[in-house]
Each structure stands twice: as C-alpha cells, then as structure tokens.
C-alpha cells in the first residue's frame, strides 16, 4: 500500500496485514502520530518493504521514551504540547522485512524508526537525501553488531552533514556484504569522497570496502574517482559491471582508467 500527499483522519484508519507500505510527500501539518505509525507496524509482523519519502510522524523521540523490556507499557511523568501523556514505545519484530528506505526524511525519525524495529533480514536499504545532519543515523547502523547486517543492495543519495570518519565506519561494518551499490554523489563532496576512501582501505589496509561487490552504479563520480574505487582490489573483487551517467565522462580516453 502507498499513501501519497493524502491528507487523512489517521486515527479512523486501520492498517494492518500489509506486506508493502510506503508514506510519501505528507506535508507538516498533517502527519501521523508515532503511536499510529508504531501501531500500523506493530499489526503488520509480515512486512516486507517499508519506505518513508518526505513522510514521517509529528514527535521526534528521545532515547528515553525506547524500552527495550516487556513490561506493560507506562506513560512517563511529562505530557506533549498537546497536553497528553506521552507513551513508552516498545521495539516491534518485523522478522519479514527485507527493503528499508528513508527519502527526503529527517534523520532524527529514520533513527527513531530504527531504534525501533528489529529487522536483522533487511537487504535492500536506501537512504536519499536525508535531512540535517547524518552523523547520528550512520553511528547508529554501524553499530556493533551493525542493525542491518544483511544488506547487499545499498543506495546512497546525496547525504550531507557527515564527517569522512562516520563514512567509513558506516562502510566498512554496515556495507561489508554488499553486492549492488548506488552511489548519488551530485553536489555532496563526502560522497564523492568513497572513492578515495575505498581506494585507502585497499592499498593501504590490504581490507577493500565492498568486498563482496559486483555492480556499482554512479553519478556525480568521474572515470577517475571509478578507477580508485577499484584500485588495489584483487581481479576477483572487482565489479562485474559498472553504469555511470554519460555526462560524467570526459572523453574516450577515461574508458582505459577503469
């Protein structure tokens, strides 16, 4: 299911049983609570692709309010600006997901949101232009162990607020089993930046970033940002193919770099 741009009652809704549900382009003023987005999940356990795009919730959590036990849930002791009490929110088993993806969406929700789903089957995770600053939503699935540790497809879309610190650490634990990468380096110089980076870890650490990869799909890198993408791999870690946006290209002659 796809709600797009509608503007609904949400609490007259009941959601639940869904395999696909996507939130896209709801404005401020008309966003869901998180207690209706935490219920929909909840009555859906065989969700297998979940995307939010210039969606979300009306409340950005604090760290406090995640309780990691199963006692019964309790209001804690302060109220919203709505003068209501706020609930405990319990992380909810989605055992079935498998396509995770945040567009145009604060970082502080997609942080909320991954506090509070478990989802170690997730593959497909995408992240496109996300709001203010990434820092924390990288930490954070670079955990130890990583949140998503099965992931081989990854899309990454013109981030921005993040030290190259963050970047490889994100990387090197939460991307090491990743076949397909998608790469939007437009306008985004810590982007365009995994290239050296890749290149450094190769050379220098003898531990290639994406170990696994086999296609790579970019934009806003030139055929020379490819060829340190790729340089100091073994020939078998290579990628089998890799598609770039023709205008990225300077002449024939950067065919021979890759």
């Known amino acids: 299911m796809t709600i797009s741009g509608v503007h609904m009652p949400w609490t ?34 065989g969700l297998e692709k979940l995307s939010l795009m210039q969606a979300g919730t009306d409340l950005r959590l604090s760290p406090d309010w995640y309780s990691n036990d199963s006692e019964p849930v309790v209001p804690p002791d302060f109220i919203d600006a709505r003068g209501q009490p706020r609930p405990r929110y319990h992380p909810v088993d989605l055992p079935c997901l498998q396509e995770l993806g945040f567009s145009f969406t604060e970082s502080d929700l997609a942080c909320d949101l991954i506090h509070l789903i478990r989802s170690p089957g997730v593959t497909s995770l995408t992240l496109e232009y996300v709001k203010f ?20 497809h990854l899309r990454l879309v013109r981030l921005m607020s993040i030290g190259y610190g963050k970047v490889l650490e994100f990387l090197r634990t939460a991307a090491a089993k990743v076949t397909h990468l998608h790469v939007n380096a437009v306008n985004c110089p810590t982007l365009k930046e995994i290239a050296f980076l890749s290149r450094w870890m190769a050379l220098e650490r003898g531990e290639p970033l994406f170990p696994k990869l086999r296609e790579l799909t970019a934009e806003g890198l030139s055929p020379r940002n490819i060829r340190e993408m790729v340089q100091g791999r073994p020939t078998r870690g290579r990628p089998e193919k890799i598609r770039m946006r023709r205008r990225d290209w300077v002449d024939r002659e950067d065919e021979n770099m890759i």
């Open 133 to 152: 600053d990434c820092g924390p939503l990288l930490e954070l699935l670079s955990g130890d162990p990583p949140r998503f540790p099965s992931v081989t």
């Open 12 to 45: 007259a809704w009941s959601l639940s049983g869904l395999k696909e549900l996507a939130f896209d382009f709801h404005s401020p003023d008309v966003l869901q609570s998180f207690a209706n987005l935490m219920d929909v999940l909840t009555s859906s356990p």
